[in-house]
């Protein structure tokens, strides 16, 4: 089950002066494992920026999860996970530990967890595997989050082929908590207890070194960990009552108790005395305990004054706890076991593996020809496609009212809103686009950051944090590098340009099936934003329709391409554009001129009117009103950024604000509540049915 | 009461507060009966609701106290979780099965008030409340003669207009809530907690705020 290189083990035998010996290369192996230390990724996630004047813990510092000011005294703690592997395995369980996970890197800062988002991305449905994946992933995600009360607000759910096998499940949280009151992960004094609470078990076995290589094919079910959400709620409720009274507390993520340890000691040593952990099963072997990946767990260093106030906590609710050792000044991290020391590495050592940056090669695009579809059959496709279908199948499974906090509910905008113990509103979205990134990875990046701050607008939220999750296939092949390198680089380039800090973040790489075929490369950006003046609920109403900014001819990487043939130009992200229209959605918000916006995005405008059309009500838009581009495809489906629909009863208005900001906005139609049409130009096409579509799709397909 | 597991209490003593109802969240080693004129027990999943939900936590110490204060007249409410505790534990009849669907459903409905001689709903007759459901196991079964007589509360449309067409789990009757003979129990499947404040319920609605406020002595 070791995933170390031979070159890696002999960088380990050379920096050591010896042979390690058995446990020791596990714990080498963990700490080393991609999962836990970034090494093909880590010199590039530096150049994000990362600083800012909210920042209060950024990705410098290696925490658990980055914190950001939001005023009153309160900071917000985001970060975003991925349970891939575990998900294509078991998908139930591996889903539901996702959640878990997550949920216990937010109270790891001490912070309390208020709301969740999960990016799910499958292959497509007429393959009775996919919906058995799907099923249990949701399943798996409303088990936990629903049985520890923090509600599920929003998310994505997307269907590619390339997701088959490999299935994408991402879970982001987000905490609050009093910015004086975070708690770090790292220590940076001697003689502090480790305190750790929690059953080891069996489950999760070399989970991170798993999670590091491509899908097998073979039985890799022991590597997967079994969630115990009921557990979970007691940690969770426990860790936050007794966090005032502990000096730093850590997640047992990939890696077990040794990836734990050897960060939190961040530099000093331990000793940690392994037969004093608590087991779920008798006769684990002291390496087995060291790397076991069991959930509901957690590790805290504990002033020796402190150590019977906390266990006397979980004791309470008969969770165990007990000290397993303590942090030492000798740079030493030593296992021992029935006074047998098992392992003694060098801090430094586990901490710093060897990094690599490796070759790239953009792969070369073709220009194909533009496929010649007739009007009808493409609006038809495109308003049927799953992506496009209601997700209330998948979200009505999750308990997204607890917490009475959750103020746009899921479906209901771009964005989820909750709202904030100081009174204010929080907008979270998460965004992918894995059809244009495997057009242009780098442009891509920048998109899908672009997207999440629009979308954060249309309900008059301005972006203050994100994190991002990048997933990817292996990533010792060029062309996935390339890829790799340049999504970093637009992400990058669009958070300096938004000035929203980076402050955390994920690689997961090796997303492949089991022949070797990677998944789409899918960067991800989850952002959250502040309302600062008025919320806007979008609600669908009688008016004008207006287009924001220009439509451009870029066809490629869109829904159109995928459904009919790829051609085109890739879609140049042009931030000047994005930012200056989310200015101008912010601002008819707070003026209170638009009932309605939405931001342009999959299927383009055409896609974009289903939000429209699904309530029921008639849309006409005229072509030669939509500015940028003669093409009338393009018109309807491209999906070039920068843009927004709005219904409103004072169009000139909206365009006339638009215009003092220097933004193109253009009346294109109206909305009515006369029958269910789409009008484009003289074409009236009657979309009951494809509304039906919307309506039912994931319901009829998924269930029993 | 906050059971191992209970997710619903602050939500459940925010509304209380909205509501203008003294409470504070007990936990469940450390009730003291006699401190206390009425109890809610939140919804949520009491011991992982392992084995049927509630079962658990219905057989806990606790549950005998709720059950003398039950006894001595005081309210007793159960939300969601809590009344598959009360039901488990004997202080109402019937019992709660999983959905119809055999998963968990979150949703906004409506319910209609059927009987007015309860704690809750004795200024409320045949009104007809929006709040949201969110459980798993909410099918509510009873002999009809029963369950008749008992419910409180049926799951309807905007009008009040019972029928199979709004019934979400397949519960008898549409039942969404009933109560003890005397009016002093109750318990119901959707959450008025969460149609307590105008910023996070649909449309602005409080009628959650109409129920709860019925626990003011």
Redesign the interface.
Known sequence: MVNLSEYELDVARKRLGRDPNPAEVKVIDALWSEHCSYKSSKIFLRSFPSEGPRVVMGIEDWQDAGAVDIGDGYAIVLKVESHNHPSAVDPFNGAATGVGGIIRDIISKGATPIALLDMIRVGGLRDSRNKWLLKNII?GI?FYG????IPVVGGELSFDESFSDNPLVDVACVGIVKKDKIKPSVVKEPGLKLVLTGLTGIDGLGGASFASRKLSGENEIGAVQIA????G??VMDVTLEVADKVEAIKDLGGGGLAVAVTEMANGLGARVYVDKVPLRVKDMSPEDIIISETQERMLFAVREENVDYVCRAFE??EYPCAVIGEISADSVIRFIYEGKEIASLPSELLLSPPLYAWPIREKARKIDVKPNVELEQAVRSVLTHPDQASKEWA?????????????V?PGEADSAVV?LPNGKLLAIKGDANPDLCAEDAYECGKAIFAEAYRNLAVVGARGVAAVDHLQFGDPRKPEIYSNFVDAVRGIGEAARFFSIPIVGGKVSFYNENKNGVPIKPTPLVVMAGLVEGKLLKPKVEEGALVLIGYTRNEMRGSLFAKLFGPHGEVPKVRLQEDYLASEVVLDLINQGIITFVKDVNRGGLVGTLMAVLSKGYSAKVDPDKVLGTDDLMAKLFSENGGRFIAITNSPESVVERAKRRGVIASVIGEVKKEGNYLEIGSRKLNVEREVEHYLNYLEEEL?? | MKFPGTTCDYDVLKALGEAKVEAEIVRYKDLDPDRYSSVVIPGGFSFGDYLRAGSIAASTETMKMVKEMADQGKTVLGICNGFQILTESGLLKGGLLPNLKMRFISKWIYVKVVRDDTRLTKNLPKKVLRMPIAHAEGRFVLDGEEARRLMVFQYSNEKGEVSEDYNPNGSVLNIAGIANEEGNVIGLMPHPERASFPLTSVDGNVDGLLLLRGLRW
């Open positions: 399943a409303g629903n049985s520890i009360g115990d959400p009921f557990a709620k007691i309470y609710y979200y009505s499974q999750f308990d997204y009212e607890v917490g009475t906090s959750t103020v509910k709202s269930s029993d």
